[in-house]
DNA sequence: GAATAGGGTTGCGTTTTAAAACCAGATTCA
DNA sequence: TGAATCTGGTTTTAAAACGCAACCCTATTC
């Protein structure tokens, strides 16, 4: 049977996955937030194969991740580029980077340091914040009920 | 072919996604935030086939993402709780969560209202931050150069 | 003692993926 | 001008991964 797909799922945690939720996709928009923009860059870079990053530059397309803008101009060149929502995968990209660096931090390599462009010093781990700026946890967080509109039967379905 | 494996990129968002970069990991994982912790109850929720689950499960019990604990004197019953490692992709699962409700919003319905269990306010968007406290874009951050101890060959392989 | 629940495993057919070959338009090289 | 090259793809083929249903074995419950 075909991949399950969650594009109707009423979480949105399955809805963004649906998007960016693949082994490539992900590092196919990191690679355009480190200035990655042509098809031949980002399959040198990765080491993807042709037919799947021309599947999942065309799926982030469609999803309006990245946005597909002819230069040279005769056609026949074109360039990929992020769109306000492909950049505001950042957050998702940099935590990311920080539980890879904590938890599977590769041996003989110093992670990378992200920086702050203005000041110079390094970017704070990302965290759940409470309203004034606590960190919160799993265990401090709460899922404020709200009344289904669907079925009783369908609640637990996230 | 076989899928492409990240485990030894020196890409720490690479090796992440190797562990939980798959269509079903983080589901899975967002589950047990929410507490589910047996295999018929992950199957049930998920939706998700007995032998993938049971895949997932050993992976993540594999890479230290979920535990396994016999429960029940006799054996033959057990659960899958979090690890800390688990417990720290919390910051991810909810960076998720915002985006698809940002960009993916379902229709005729409100998204989960995550609350600190404290005050009671509902939690922060997360962002990238500064050593101050800014929030922080793609633009605003750059990556400290180090010298790389591999030849200039692999430099870009991110 | 039979039925049920929990946690799997096994087969089987379908879908994805990876790799490499091939293509066609535009550009550069000789 | 004509050949080689670059670019962004598509096609072909084989190996995995996925989804489903059926089966299994060990408790526990009726």
Redesign the interface.
């Known amino acids: 049977m075909a ?2 797909r969650f594009d109707d799922s ?8 649906n ?1 960016v ?3 490539w996709s ?2 196919v928009v ?2 355009a ?2 200035g990655t923009r042509r098809f031949v860059d980002f399959q ?2 990765l ?2 194969a042709r037919n799947i990053l021309c599947d999942r530059l065309a799926r982030l397309v469609d999803n ?1 991740v990245l946005k597909k803008v002819e230069v040279g101009e005769h056609g026949s060149r074109c360039e990929y580029r ?1 769109t306000e ?1 492909g ?20 041996p ?12 110079g ?4 781990p ?9 960190p ?9 009920e ?1 009344v289904p ?1 669907v079925d009783s039967a369908k609640k ?3």
């Open positions: 991949r399950k009423n979480c949105s945690v399955a809805r963004a996955l998007e939720g693949d082994w992900l590092l990191l690679h937030m480190y040198k870079e080491g993807i309006e992020l929502k950049r505001d995968l950042f957050p998702i990209v940099v935590a990311l980077r920080q539980w890879g660096d904590k938890w599977n931090p590769a003989e390599q110093t992670p990378l340091d992200l920086r702050d462009r203005e000041s010093e390094p970017i704070q990302i965290t759940v914040q409470s309203a004034d700026g606590r919160l946890s799993v265990r401090d967080v709460l899922v404020k709200l509109k637990k379905a996230v």
